[in-house]
């Protein structure tokens, strides 16, 4: 009853929500800019079968960078503006999205993003490239709707079991077709972004335990994706500036050689906290991080899973 309740109160927020979604992409794609909407209702739908099943507080669109002037003022048309509160940063390419809000109030935040992980550079722009229209609506490949959970997955450093169970859900609701060829398409995005395959590798990796998600990669095996897999925090332990903290270990952990420095410095400078907090964040930083490292000691996972969950990765899921 207590989610029947919970369905019914989000029904209505959300198809307004929808509704407006449909919106965006239709101006965008009047104006010349290919789009699709990301998470929130479309993967209510896709996931779950229902448009109330995800809290949805905002509005996810995932343009090519290249297309950003045009989306700004394709937006601009509908009344959104860029956030204020955004730093200079935040316009740039070192950024995974702009956040717009409407001029007159009242409407959820719209958040553009060009690419999906800070690791990545072009995939976002071919995954969009690959879209198919699905009522009446641009939507992404399933191979590239499962790589793009992947890497959220992932970018919130396999925290909790929201992302995990809409993976899963997004694979149970695939057609036979599309679940047949996915490991090798998933495979293929992968070998084709290098920069993403220890990412996609760990994140596939982390759901097969989790929520028994078919193994669509191999394992990754460097030290540094062994150390990511037992940073999951499937039950969110520690407080949120810990969560975020193991997120960052995480991305330092995966990034490729050349990459390492520029993320270090990404997550070391934080350019979206206020001036005050920038000046004190880098060593609760470090000293986050330390906490996170030293739990991984002896061999240890920072939240290990119970014996149930290890049961409930049936054998047939696994090969």
């Given at each position: 009853?207590?989610?029947?309740?919970?369905?019914?109160?989000?029904?209505?927020?959300?198809?307004?929500?929808?509704?407006?979604?449909?919106?965006?992409?239709?101006?965008?794609?009047?104006?010349?800019?290919?789009?699709?909407?990301?998470?929130?209702?479309?993967?209510?739908?896709?996931?779950?079968?229902?448009?109330?099943?995800?809290?949805?507080?905002?509005?996810?669109?995932?343009?090519?960078?290249?297309?950003?002037?045009?989306?700004?003022?394709?937006?601009?048309?509908?009344?959104?503006?860029?956030?204020?509160?955004?730093?200079?940063?935040?316009?740039?390419?070192?950024?995974?999205?702009?956040?717009?809000?409407?001029?007159?109030?009242?409407?959820?935040?719209?958040?553009?993003?060009?690419?999906?992980?800070?690791?990545?550079?072009?995939?976002?722009?071919?995954?969009?490239?690959?879209?198919?229209?699905?009522?009446?609506?641009?939507?992404?490949?399933?191979?590239?709707?499962?790589?793009?959970?992947?890497?959220?997955?992932?970018?919130?450093?396999?925290?909790?079991?929201?992302?995990?169970?809409?993976?899963?859900?997004?694979?149970?609701?695939?057609?036979?077709?599309?679940?047949?060829?996915?490991?090798?398409?998933?495979?293929?995005?992968a070998a084709a972004h290098p920069e993403l395959?220890?990412?996609?590798?760990?994140?596939?990796?982390?759901?097969?335990?989790?929520?028994?998600?078919?193994?669509?990669?191999?394992?990754?095996?460097?030290?540094?994706?062994?150390?990511?897999?037992?940073?999951?925090?499937?039950?969110?332990?520690?407080?949120?500036?810990?969560?975020?903290?193991?997120?960052?270990?995480?991305?330092?952990?995966?990034?490729?050689?050349?990459?390492?420095?520029?993320?270090?410095?990404?997550?070391?400078?934080?350019?979206?906290?206020?001036?005050?907090?920038?000046?004190?964040?880098?060593?609760?930083?470090?000293?986050?991080?330390?906490?996170?490292?030293?739990?991984?000691?002896?061999?240890?996972?920072?939240?290990?899973?119970?014996?149930?969950?290890?049961?409930?990765?049936?054998?047939?899921?696994?090969?």
């Open positions: 009853m207590a989610l029947t309740g919970r369905l019914a109160e989000q029904r209505p927020s959300n198809l307004m929500l929808h509704m407006l979604g449909r919106q965006v992409l239709a101006t965008l794609g009047a104006n010349d800019v290919p789009a699709v909407m990301l998470k929130g209702t479309e993967l209510s739908l896709a996931a779950h079968g229902s448009i109330a099943a995800r809290d949805v507080g905002d509005l996810d669109v995932l343009v090519a960078h290249d297309d950003f002037a045009r989306a700004d003022r394709a937006l601009e048309s509908l009344g959104f503006e860029p956030a204020a509160h955004q730093t200079a940063e935040q316009h740039g390419r070192a950024w995974l999205h702009r956040e717009y809000e409407h001029r007159c109030g009242g409407l959820p935040t719209l958040e553009v993003h060009w690419r999906l992980h800070w690791l990545e550079e072009d995939y976002a722009t071919a995954a969009i490239g690959r879209a198919r229209c699905v009522s009446d609506a641009p939507r992404l490949q399933p191979a590239d709707e499962l790589v793009a959970m992947l890497l959220y997955y992932a970018r919130d450093g396999f925290s909790g079991l929201r992302l995990a169970a809409d993976l899963a859900g997004l694979w149970d609701r695939l057609d036979p077709s599309a679940r047949e060829h996915a490991p090798s398409q998933v495979a293929d995005i395959e220890a990412v996609l590798r760990c994140a596939a990796e982390c759901a097969l335990r989790v929520v028994g998600l078919p193994r669509l990669l191999p394992a990754a095996t460097s030290r540094g994706a062994s150390l990511a897999l037992r940073l999951m925090n499937w039950d969110l332990r520690g407080d949120i500036e810990q969560v975020r903290a193991n997120a960052r270990v995480i991305d330092l952990l995966l990034a490729r050689p050349e990459l390492v420095r520029s993320t270090a410095t990404r997550h070391w400078t934080a350019p979206e906290l206020p001036l005050p907090a920038r000046l004190t964040h880098p060593l609760k930083l470090m000293g986050r991080g330390a906490i996170a490292l030293n739990r991984l000691g002896r061999g240890r996972a920072f939240a290990p899973l119970p014996g149930e969950f290890r049961a409930a990765c049936r054998p047939d899921r696994q090969e």
